[in-house]
């Protein structure tokens, strides 16, 4: 079992820059696979990036791609989603969720999910 606690959110301009930071207990967080959701008011829960169990293999939305990155340190026990030219539309809940099953690029039951952080993007 593994726990996931999200920080690094705030408000930003756009054009700006976060960093988003997933911790986890667990021993085993390694050979979790984990993935960045978010949700903006009024709208469903959304892929946003992923990581595959080593850090070698990363997946974006189409959305996102070219402005974020997704990272992971295992010896954090850390995923970090950098987020560069921020828009107002990627203002959201921002979600990280782990899976062993498989690498976590849709909404799935069996994730463990942590309690989000905000992003505002201010125009």
């Known amino acids: 079992q593994v726990q996931l606690v999200e920080s690094g959110g705030g408000l930003v301009q756009a054009g700006g820059s976060l960093r988003l930071f997933c911790a986890a207990s667990?021993?085993?967080?390694?050979?979790?696979?984990v993935g960045w959701f978010r949700q903006a008011p009024g709208e469903e829960r959304e892929f946003v990036a992923a990581v595959n169990w080593s850090g070698a293999t990363t997946y974006y939305a189409d959305s996102v791609k070219g402005r974020f990155t997704i990272s992971r340190d295992n010896t954090k026990n850390t995923v970090y989603l950098q987020m560069n030219s921020l828009k107002p539309e990627d203002t959201a809940v921002y979600y990280c969720?782990?899976?062993?099953?498989?690498?976590?690029?849709?909404?799935?039951?069996?994730?463990?999910w942590g309690q989000g952080t905000q992003v505002t993007v201010s125009s």
């Open positions: 969720a782990a899976d062993l099953r498989g690498v976590p690029t849709t909404i799935g039951a069996h994730y463990y």
């Open positions: 667990g021993r085993t967080f390694s050979s979790y696979a």
